[in-house]
């Protein structure tokens, strides 16, 4: 259902003042659901038509039961698309759909102008419904049993992509590369200064060198490939609709990525916006209590978690405070003096700008690594905590600035998910497939890597090994199809 006539014009008046701020977002078309609906949409991934698989019962059982029981509530959702799309609920006050309003247009602005959404299909609405379309084919033709247990594979590896490289994996080998001559480049000079120009060993080191190169990319893939699910879809040998099932999982999981990517950044940004639309413009003098109500109960912190809308907000307004104030650059970091820092302010008005900027460009990882400062940590009062198995007592176990900065930054990088990597797509020469993990400072969980492996191995058709880490042993874990084998890793499968 559309929005009334009441909610239209306040929906208008939130729009303008956004555009006024300096907002662009996309046209955005509001839909009033009731919360049975949201609930199906949320469970669905924000899109009201996907294929069918039990997961999706089984998110919207759970999202149902917890909204009965008062432990959560869907307000609203956006989806990243032109036009972009949102769902509000019916039972909001006016009040929550003014906020939300303001909310919406700051996600909106961001999934149009952020650098890590640009790759992104701008008309998902329609490629998810071709998708169910196309799956619903295919349990026609192959039954819903079989069909099924291949998504079920496929949506166990969605998180083995490259979101840096959503083109997909490199090529093994340029065309003609193998036969091309393996002669070193010589430099060019007069005959009697051949010897010197060009010295036999230096040749010979070079065609060595050349040799190894070419060998390199003889192999597949011809460099550790990131992106399994882009390797498996061109070198497994599948059947056609198994390779258009894989393709549909992987283009949902690279259109879903850069909100992981960039969760504290967007939800950040949302709030600083309704937060400024609200109390510069948009509130009412009876309003500001209920909003500062339901602002606060959004913001609130938890002890044992970090709220992505709290530290995405006050730290953009970190940034616009310390350009405003010139409290930036080398004269700023070199200042030694504690009473001039405090005072510090070069008028410089350059917050809105660089915010703007920062929006543009950053993803989580990188927002944090340049903004997050020693000053911001002791006055949010951020600290580490650890889990004590000795006294079964979660305790507070560092306030330390460079410690606080690298359990965010572990937290965030590939999502706090280790990096595993195809290493060789004919290991031993007999077709098998090689991995590895590409940061062996993380354990993995073997009872995952065990039903991971044999997911993979059944799209391979062939045995898969990967070179893991538990409690840092290096092992090598391989599948077949059938058995599960652990064994020490040994030389001659480290590469």
């Known amino acids: 259902m559309g929005l009334p006539l009441h909610l239209w014009k306040i929906k208008e008046e939130v729009l303008g003042h956004a555009r006024d701020f300096g907002l662009e977002p996309f046209e955005t078309i509001f839909e009033m659901v009731d919360y049975r609906t949201i609930n199906e949409i949320a469970s669905l991934g924000g899109f009201p038509v996907r294929y069918p698989h039990w997961r999706f019962g089984m998110e919207y059982e759970r999202m149902s039961k917890s909204d009965m029981y008062g432990l959560h509530k869907i307000y609203e959702m956006v989806i990243n698309n032109d036009p972009c799309y949102a769902y509000l609920q019916e039972g909001n006050t006016l009040l929550d759909q003014k906020l939300i309003f303001a909310h919406v247009y700051g996600h909106s602005d961001f999934f149009r102008n952020n650098l890590w959404f640009a790759h992104t299909n701008r008309k998902m ?41 959503p083109e997909g994996p490199r090529r093994s080998r340029a065309d003609g590369e193998e036969d091309r001559p393996v002669e070193p480049r010589r430099i060019q000079g007069p005959s009697y ?89 948009a509130l009412d003098s009876s309003e500001v209590v209920d909003f500062a109500d339901r602002h606060s109960g959004t913001m609130a912190m938890s002890g044992r978690s970090l709220n992505p809308y709290k530290l995405g907000l006050e730290l953009f307004r970190d940034i616009e405070e310390r350009w405003d104030r010139g409290r930036f650059g080398k004269e700023w970091e070199e200042c030694d003096d504690l009473r001039e820092k405090n005072a510090w302010d070069r008028d410089l008005g350059l917050g809105r700008a660089r915010i703007f900027e920062v929006r543009r460009i950053y993803n989580d990882v990188s927002f944090i690594d340049e903004f997050l400062t020693r000053d911001f940590c002791v006055r949010h009062r951020l600290f580490t905590w650890a889990w004590k198995e ?32 195809v290493l060789d797509g004919n290991a ?21 890597g065990r039903d991971v492996l044999g997911n993979i191995a059944a799209i391979w058709r062939r045995p898969v090994a990967l070179q893991a880490t538990e409690e840092g042993r290096e092992e090598l874990w391989s599948h077949d199809g059938e058995r599960f084998l652990v064994s020490p890793a040994s030389p001659a499968t480290k590469r």
């Not at 176990?397 to 590939?414: G, H, P, V, Y």
């Open 125 to 165: 609405m329609d490629e998810m419904a071709n998708h169910a379309a196309r799956v619903r084919t295919y349990v026609d033709r192959h039954g819903l049993a079989t069909v099924e247990r291949f998504l079920d594979r496929c949506l166990s590896i969605d998180n083995l992509i490259d979101p840096f490289h």
């Open 193 to 281: 200064m051949e010897k010197y120009l060009n010295p036999e060993p230096y040749l010979e080191a070079q065609k060595q060198k050349l040799a190894r190169e070419r060998e390199a990319l003889r192999r597949i893939p011809s460099h550790p490939e990131r992106d399994i699910m882009g390797f498996l879809l061109e070198h497994a040998p599948l059947e056609p609709w198994e390779r258009t099932l894989l393709g549909i999982v992987r283009e949902e999981a690279l259109y879903f990525s850069p909100q992981s990517m960039t969760k504290i950044m967007n939800e950040g940004w949302a709030s600083y916006w309704h937060s400024r639309i609200l109390t510069e413009k």
């Open 390 to 421: 000795r006294s079964g007592d979660i305790v507070l176990e560092s306030r330390d600035f460079d410690a606080i900065k690298a359990q965010l930054l572990d937290q965030l990088t590939n999502y706090g998910q280790p990096v595993i990597e």
């Open 428 to 448: 031993g020469n007999r077709g098998e497939l090689l991995l590895r993990q590409r940061d062996p400072g993380r354990d993995l969980d073997k009872t995952w």
